[in-house]
């Protein structure tokens, strides 16, 4: 059985040329920014948008907002496909050093680099949602080889093993959050070994 439910926002009717969506907006919050943010998102995804009204409650004065000409909507929409493009594109090695660190370090992570000999050693860091400061080492004799350490080593990271390390360790947090920001540190290194093979745009 459904149950209805109660609108609690202001309703925006956004529509394109076959048909449309109720977006239902608190409040509390900006409607451009708001509306601007959905529509762009569907105008990316293939949509062409025609039109924002506002409805209005026990009325048929449905008035129409500006929205795809405001500065917020295409600069959402430039965010958008400049993200799409990133995923898009075709997975490259870096050429360089500098390279490699300056693509891990648009994902978030910090790199220093070790003198290892002929190795080449580096360290990646980023802080957890937890708080913990994580980092890892990765190595290889060129770059393409420390890019694979950095894939295998977020292929066979523990969230298990992770979690009995830092347990125990003072001020550690309890095991419910260490879970959690074990999976979050997956996700990170996930994240991290996909952004070593794409060029910055």
Same mark, same amino acid.
């Given at each position: 059985?459904?149950?209805?439910?109660?609108i609690?926002?202001?309703?925006?009717?956004?529509?394109?040329?076959?048909?449309?969506?109720?977006?239902?907006?608190?409040? $509390?919050?900006?409607? &451009?920014?708001?509306?601007?943010?959905?529509?762009?998102?569907?105008?990316?995804?293939?949509?062409? &948008? $025609?039109?924002?009204?506002?409805?209005?409650?026990?009325?048929k004065? $449905?008035?129409?907002?500006?929205?795809?000409?405001?500065?917020?909507?295409?600069?959402?929409?430039?965010?958008?496909?400049?993200?799409?493009?990133?995923?898009?594109?075709?997975?490259?090695?870096?050429?360089t &050093? #500098?390279?490699? $660190?300056?693509?891990?370090?648009?994902?978030?992570?910090?790199?220093?680099?070790?003198?290892?000999?002929? *190795? &080449?050693?580096?360290?990646?860091? *980023?802080?957890?949602?937890?708080?913990? +400061?994580?980092?890892f080492?990765?190595?290889?004799?060129?770059?393409? #080889?420390v890019?694979?350490?950095?894939?295998?080593?977020?292929?066979?990271? +523990?969230?298990?093993?992770?979690?009995?390390?830092?347990?125990?360790? *003072?001020?550690?947090? +309890?095991?419910?959050t260490?879970?959690?920001?074990?999976?979050?540190?997956?996700?990170?290194?996930?994240?991290?070994?996909?952004?070593?093979?794409?060029?910055?745009?």
């Open positions: 059985m459904y149950k209805a439910k109660e609690e926002g202001v309703v925006y009717r956004v529509k394109h040329l076959t048909g449309g969506w109720l977006v239902e907006v608190p409040e $509390t919050e900006d409607p &451009i920014e708001a509306l601007a943010t959905f529509a762009a998102e569907k105008s990316v995804k293939g949509y062409i &948008i $025609t039109s924002v009204t506002r409805i209005f409650d026990c009325s004065d $449905t008035p129409r907002m500006a929205v795809i000409s405001t500065k917020e909507f295409k600069s959402e929409v430039k965010r958008l496909m400049d993200e799409k493009a990133y995923y898009e594109q075709a997975e490259t090695y870096p050429e &050093i #500098e390279e490699l $660190t300056a693509r891990a370090e648009a994902a978030g992570w910090s790199v220093d680099r070790d003198e290892d000999g002929e *190795q &080449i050693r580096l360290s990646f860091g *980023q802080s957890t949602p937890a708080g913990e +400061d994580f980092w080492d990765a190595c290889g004799e060129d770059v393409e #080889e890019v694979d350490s950095v894939k295998r080593y977020a292929l066979d990271f +523990d969230c298990d093993e992770h979690v009995r390390e830092v347990m125990n360790g *003072q001020g550690a947090p +309890d095991l419910t260490l879970v959690e920001d074990a999976k979050a540190i997956q996700e990170m290194l996930d994240e991290l070994a996909g952004s070593l093979m794409r060029k910055l745009i």
